[in-house]
């Protein structure tokens, strides 16, 4: 399985990939940087990628599953509510390709601060 490694502003996250086309043209495109922008307990950032939305996609993600936003062309990471949220749910803002999961606590990310710097890197 192959990873990655997000350092966003403090915090590093690694994630294995997942075998999708998102996972493939993400991998494919490192490493990248970014800025990170935040939306309630959500970090994401812009990717050099545009890609189609996958038949799987969806809003609703457990905090750990890495998302690709493709309205925004960015990687979305939750780790609690956002403003849409029903209840305790993390709903992002519309349907994201699940391509990677986090080996390290995405809570973490909670520090991060819009503005942060981002690179992301193969880690294997």
Same mark, same amino acid.
């Given at each position: ?9 403090? @915090?590093? &996250? =690694? *994630? ?6 998102? *996972? !493939?043209?993400?991998? #494919?495109?490192?490493?990248?940087? $970014?800025?990170? =922008? ?11 990628? =545009? ?5 799987? !996609?969806?809003? @609703? ?15 979305? &990471?939750?780790? #609690?509510?956002?403003?849409? $949220?029903? #209840? +305790?749910?993390?709903?992002? !803002? *519309?349907?994201?390709? &699940? ?5 390290? +606590?995405?809570? =973490? ?5 819009? #503005? !942060?710097? @981002?690179? @992301?890197? *193969?880690?294997?």
């Amino acid at each position: 399985m192959s990873k990655i490694k997000m350092t966003i502003g403090g @915090v590093s &996250i =690694s *994630a294995t990939l997942r075998d999708t086309p998102t *996972a !493939a043209a993400i991998r #494919g495109a490192l490493p990248f940087s $970014s800025t990170a =922008s935040t939306w309630g307990e959500e970090v994401y950032f812009a990717t050099p990628l =545009s890609l189609d939305r996958e038949p799987d !996609a969806r809003a @609703v993600v457990e905090p750990g599953e890495i998302a690709f936003w493709t309205d925004g062309d960015s990687i979305a &990471i939750g780790f #609690g509510r956002t403003p849409i $949220s029903q #209840g +305790d749910e993390c709903r992002l !803002a *519309a349907p994201c390709n &699940i391509w990677a999961d986090a080996i390290d +606590d995405v809570k =973490s990310l909670a520090a991060v601060p819009a #503005g !942060a710097s @981002v690179t @992301v890197e *193969a880690a294997d």
